[in-house]
């Protein structure tokens, strides 16, 4: 939901690093080498590149990479309401040059600034919906949209409207749920990056079935 900053408070920005205990990173872990593996070797129909080809293997890493780091930031998002920047940072380092090196592997430059609008995009309008409305959204969704963009925008536009849409959408029902049970008030702030997470993670399994 908010940022965190190294220019920040050291003691939010402690507690939202330390979220991520060896169980989560471990999950982690787990969860990238299994979405790499399974990007790799199954090739669904909506897979950008061709079976065997060094742009499927990168861009499958990425894949494996960005979902590592999802977990991480979905987990340390609830229970800290904080998404940290060095997360955000050593996503963006590992998934944007093995996108690079996919797209122009395969000879598609067009796939690249694909991906980069989808991940600008709606970086730039969070970014401006924030200033316009102080509070409304935090910063760090914002770059966290801009990581998940980037992948989704890998797949296809339609996956990279998707994604945030069921974000939303999820987060919202998720809200009202609480409402419901009187687990939250009104006014209470529920973390969006989990719901963005699964959000891009459904986006990008029927971007994949449906052959993009």
Excluded: Q
Aim: aromatic share 2%; charged share 10%.
């Amino acid at each position: 939901m908010e940022e965190t900053t190294d220019t920040g408070s050291a003691r939010p920005r402690a507690a939202a690093l330390g979220a991520v205990g060896p169980v989560t990173f471990a999950l982690s872990v787990v969860c990238g080498l299994a979405a790499a593996a399974g990007l790799v070797l199954l090739h669904a129909p909506g897979a950008p590149y061709a079976a065997g080809s060094v742009s499927l293997v990168a861009w499958g890493v990425a894949g494996g990479s960005l979902a590592a780091h999802a977990v991480l930031l979905a987990v340390t998002d609830a229970r800290t309401h904080r998404l940290p920047d060095r997360l955000h940072a050593s996503a963006l380092v590992l998934l944007v040059p093995l996108l690079v090196l996919a797209a122009l592997a395969a000879g598609e430059p067009s796939a690249l600034m694909r991906s980069l609008a989808c991940g600008l995009v709606p970086l730039l309008v969070v970014y401006l919906a924030a200033l316009a409305a102080p509070g409304s959204v935090g910063l760090g969704d914002a770059k966290l949209l801009l990581v998940l963009g980037l992948w989704l925008g890998s797949l296809s536009v339609g996956a990279a409207v998707a994604g945030p849409v069921i974000g939303i959408v999820l987060a919202g029902l998720a809200s009202l749920l609480g409402i419901l049970t009187r687990r939250i008030g009104a006014r209470s702030h529920v973390p969006l990056g989990p719901s963005l997470v699964v959000g891009a993670a459904l986006a990008t399994a029927l971007a994949l079935a449906a052959g993009g």
